[in-house]
């Protein structure tokens, strides 16, 4: 029988609940496919600076070295309480950026999937839906502003400064580009670049190796698009998007944006790929404000676990079946609290009744 390890990173705020729901799904795939997940639990995040003193505990590093794949919650806590941890040390800076860069992640996927069924979770008009919309942002995760030079201090007039450099070498944009086009190749052959090459020199380098790299997929179309347009675009005419390529920063800002076209960040789970290790996650944060309450959505945690399947351990089939499932319970009339008004016509439920229905309709399909 085939055992995946997997390390299980929960995290801050809402990360705990929406992990509950996350493992009754794995246990689920798990059983009806005849195999074994062997979930271990690691801190990380603010809880873990006050468990274990650090944010990306050592035991912790052991633990993902050893998994399979790592599925982590979101991480943060609010901006007072953040103080409480040194700023170094705080989960983002502390915790995932290194994370990120122990496993060389570069390559983030982030769905933007909005079926009919769920499209009246969406703030923009019918007519700008359509038939729905599912693009994907394939964002660069370990380069860019947040892994460049960073200096602090006080000029020469006595001024405070800062210097915070982004950074690309050919090798890191090469890499991002070809999954970018292979990702095309499987999908619709069109691939949107998002740069500012119009200003920063570091686009103008960008687009260079992105038409170097084309050169190898001919099959597939790239259009080049500036990033502001881009974000315009997305509200206008997301219809047009199935595969875009962007740096860092830009992946950061458009993929929020995406959350935004889908009606809540709660729809927006996310891979990210390195050459030996893939951690999965949702793409927002921990949520502090309604954290222990139940009402959480675990749509993004549960859609990390199918595209864990999938990407991780080639369960094409039983990815597919996990988002037919959520679908299914949203196109029953459910619905979470981010996604609704109070007194819309819904039937609102919470994270274990939200798990609990995609289990059932999972064990159905
Ligand atoms: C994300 C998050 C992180 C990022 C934060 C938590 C550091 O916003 O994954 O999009 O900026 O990459
Ligand atoms: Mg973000």
């Given at each position: 029988?085939?055992?995946?390890k997997?390390?299980l ?8 609940e ?9 246990n689920?795939?798990?059983?009806r496919?005849?195999?074994a ?5 690691g ?11 650090h944010?990306f505990?050592?035991e912790?590093k052991?633990?993902c070295?050893?998994a399979d794949a790592?599925l982590k919650?979101?991480i943060?806590?609010?901006h ?9 040390m705080?989960p ?7 994370l ?18 769920i499209a009246?979770f969406?703030?923009?008009?019918p ?29 020469a007039?006595g ?18 580009a ?6 095309a190749?499987?999908?619709?052959k069109?691939?949107h670049n998002?740069h500012?090459?119009?200003v ?11 038409g170097?790299?084309?050169v190898?997929?001919?099959d597939?179309e ?10 315009t675009?997305?509200c206008?005419?997301?219809g ?20 935004g076209?889908l ?5 927006m789970?996310?891979a ?10 949702p793409?927002h ?7 222990g ?8 945690m549960i ?7 999938e990407?991780?351990f080639?369960?094409e ?7 037919r499932?959520?679908?299914s ?11 609704s ?8 439920i ?10 059932a ?5």
């Amino acid at each position: 029988m085939a055992v995946y390890k997997i390390a299980l990173l929960d995290g801050d705020g809402i990360g705990p609940e929406i992990m509950a729901e996350a493992v009754k799904i794995l246990n689920l795939v798990a059983e009806r496919n005849a195999i074994a997940f062997d979930l271990s639990p690691g801190a990380f995040g603010a809880s873990a600076y006050f468990s274990h003193g650090h944010t990306f505990p050592d035991e912790t590093k052991a633990l993902c070295d050893e998994a399979d794949a790592i599925l982590k919650g979101p991480i943060g806590l609010s901006h007072e309480e953040s103080k409480k941890i040194p700023v170094d040390m705080q989960p983002e800076r502390g915790a995932l950026l290194p994370l990120r860069r122990r496993y060389d992640t570069f390559a983030n996927f982030r769905p933007v999937y909005l079926p009919k069924v769920i499209a009246h979770f969406s703030p923009l008009k019918p007519e700008i839906i359509g038939d729905g919309i599912d693009f994907i942002i394939i964002r660069e995760l370990v380069g860019g502003l947040y892994f460049g030079h960073k200096e602090m201090g006080v000029n020469a007039q006595g001024k405070r400064y800062v210097i915070e450099s982004l950074e690309y070498d050919e090798d890191q944009i090469a890499r991002i580009a070809k999954v970018a086009f292979e990702t095309a190749q499987k999908r619709k052959k069109v691939l949107h670049n998002i740069h500012k090459s119009n200003v920063l020199k570091s686009s103008v380098l960008w687009n260079e190796v992105m038409g170097e790299v084309s050169v190898d997929y001919p099959d597939v179309e790239v259009r080049h698009i500036l990033v502001d347009a881009a974000a315009t675009y997305l509200c206008l005419n997301p219809g047009q998007f199935d595969v875009m390529v962007m740096e860092n920063m830009f992946g950061d800002i458009l993929s929020d944006q995406g959350g935004g076209i889908l009606g809540s960040l709660g729809l927006m789970p996310s891979a990210c790929i390195g050459p030996d290790k893939a951690y999965y996650e949702p793409s927002h944060g921990s949520a502090p404000d309604i954290a222990g309450q139940g009402i959480a959505n675990p749509y993004s945690m549960i859609g990390s676990v199918a595209m864990m399947l999938e990407m991780s351990f080639g369960m094409e089939l039983e990815a597919k079946n996990v988002w037919r499932a959520m679908q299914s319970v949203f196109a029953q009339g459910y619905s979470t609290a981010d996604l609704s008004k109070p007194g819309a016509d819904v039937k609102m439920i919470g994270t274990a009744r939200f798990g609990d229905l995609v289990a059932a309709e999972l064990a159905r399909l």
